[in-house]
Every structure is written in structure tokens, then in C-alpha cells.
């Protein structure tokens, strides 16, 4: 089993830059693909970023591509979104979550039902 803890979310002006991090616990960090998920109020759960196990290869919702990075310490067990550029429309709360029964494949990580575990979420808020 794997917890996850997000942290990192704030408040920020239209245009600004913040990071967000996933520690994971367990020994198997590296068996398990990761995922940024975001909601919004009213809204429905959607696929952020993806990052395969030993993250060579990444995956991001159109809507984010070019301004938000996902990247992966297996040794620190830690997953990161450094989000840049940041529009209002970006407010949400944001998850972090694992998996490792699925291919990592760009089909099977945009699918938050596929996911094994989450994270509680981190608020994050930006001001236009």
C-alpha cells in the first residue's frame, strides 16, 4: 500500500509559478506510475500530467503542455508539478495519485479511475 501526501499549494497572481510535491511512503516508489489530477468546484476530476515508473517518459493534458512539468525523485519518493505561467483557470485542488496495475501508457494514465491510490488534495488558487 502507498500513502500520498501533497503539499506546495497557495495562492498566486495570473502569471506566477508554483511547485507542487507527492511523498509517497512504502519501499516500491519505483514500481508505481504517477499522476496529477485537478478538480475544480462544480467540475469533474481531470488528468493533469503523468509520469511513467522510471520517468522517461511524460504525458500532459493539452490544456497545461508547455507550462507545467512533471518529474519524479525515486529516491526521495517524491513526484513534482512545477506549474508555470499560471492562469485562473488553473484553480483547483490538486491530486496526486499512483498506480502500478496498468501499462504506462498515455491511454491508461489519463484515466483517473485506474488509479490505485490518492493523495488529500492541495489547494491551489490563482488570482487574475
Known amino acids: 500500500q502507498v500513502q500520498l501526501v501533497e503539499s506546495g499549494g497557495g495562492l498566486v497572481q495570473a502569471g506566477g509559478s508554483l511547485r507542487l510535491s507527492c511523498a509517497a511512503s512504502g519501499r516500491t516508489f519505483s514500481s508505481y506510475a504517477m499522476g496529477w489530477f485537478r478538480q475544480a468546484p462544480g467540475k469533474e476530476r481531470e488528468f493533469v500530467a503523468a509520469i511513467t515508473r522510471s520517468g522517461g517518459n511524460t504525458y500532459y493534458a493539452d490544456s497545461v503542455k508547455g507550462r507545467f512539468t512533471i518529474s519524479r525523485d525515486n529516491a526521495k519518493n517524491t513526484v513534482y508539478l512545477q506549474m508555470n505561467s499560471l492562469k485562473s483557470e488553473d484553480t483547483a485542488v490538486y491530486y496526486c495519485?499512483?498506480?502500478?496495475?496498468?501499462?504506462?501508457?498515455?491511454?491508461?494514465?489519463?484515466?483517473?479511475?485506474?488509479?490505485?491510490?490518492w493523495g488529500q488534495g492541495t489547494q491551489v488558487t490563482v488570482s487574475s
Open positions: 495519485a499512483a498506480d502500478n496495475q496498468y501499462p504506462s501508457s498515455s491511454y491508461y494514465l489519463r484515466q483517473p479511475g485506474l488509479y490505485d491510490y
